[in-house]
């Protein structure tokens, strides 16, 4: 019996600075989360909250207005701490688990976050960065944008871009949409009769 597998599919928004201020020692923290728990081919779970940045709780106007995310709504989010335990809670069981992010930044912010916050990292998975596996499957020289890559499929992104369980359920869906495609190539074409008989041999004989 097949082994049971288990994706996270995990998106993070994280805090900008201004475009033109300097802010001493600033580094990129997490301030949204969005993760879709997939068991089997199945969506278990999906979880969405917004976070409060620890070193620089105060966000820029860039960010603010990029991402259409209010001072308010970080203030309320979760504790940095509340929100390492989450992910924890989602590393928990003994299945077998891949992380998949669009692009290597939600994890190495993630990584440095915890660094600063003095605490564990909290996962204990593979991780799959689904737009390098995207840009070599096709082939491209420079790596895609999420939303373009859904486009590209001719499809259109689940709800609204750079909002973190919109981006991560995007996410999900162009990793089914790959790896059908990777199935699709790797299963070999039947044989026709015609490749299997020679028919020319077979006239000449009776000619």
Not at 94 to 111: A, S
Not at 117 to 124: D, E, N, R, W
Not at 176 to 194: A, F, H, N, S
């Amino acid at each position: 019996m097949r082994a049971k597998r288990k994706y996270l599919f995990i998106d993070f928004e994280f805090t900008m600075p201004e475009r033109n201020g300097r802010m001493k020692d600033f580094f990129a923290e997490i301030i949204e989360v969005g993760i879709v728990s997939v068991i089997d081919d199945q969506i278990a779970e999906q979880f969405s909250s917004f976070v409060t940045p620890l070193k620089f709780p105060k966000l820029s106007e860039r960010c603010k207005s990029f991402l259409h995310i209010s001072q308010q709504q970080v203030d309320t989010g979760l504790s940095f701490y509340d929100f390492i335990r989450k992910l924890e809670e989602f590393n928990k069981s003994n299945l077998e688990t891949t992380i998949v992010t669009w692009g290597n930044m939600d994890m190495k912010v993630l990584r440095h976050n915890c660094l600063e916050a003095g605490t564990a990292f909290p996962f204990h998975a593979s991780e799959l960065d689904l737009s390098m596996e995207y840009k070599r499957f096709f082939g491209d020289q420079n790596q895609t944008g999420l939303w373009k890559a859904v486009q590209e499929y001719g499809k259109e992104g689940t709800g609204r871009h750079h909002r973190a369980l919109d981006d991560a359920l995007t996410t999900y869906n162009i990793f089914k949409l790959v790896e059908k495609d990777k199935r699709y190539l790797e299963k070999p074409k039947p044989t026709t009769i015609g490749d299997r008989v020679d028919f020319s041999k077979l006239l000449n004989e009776f000619a």
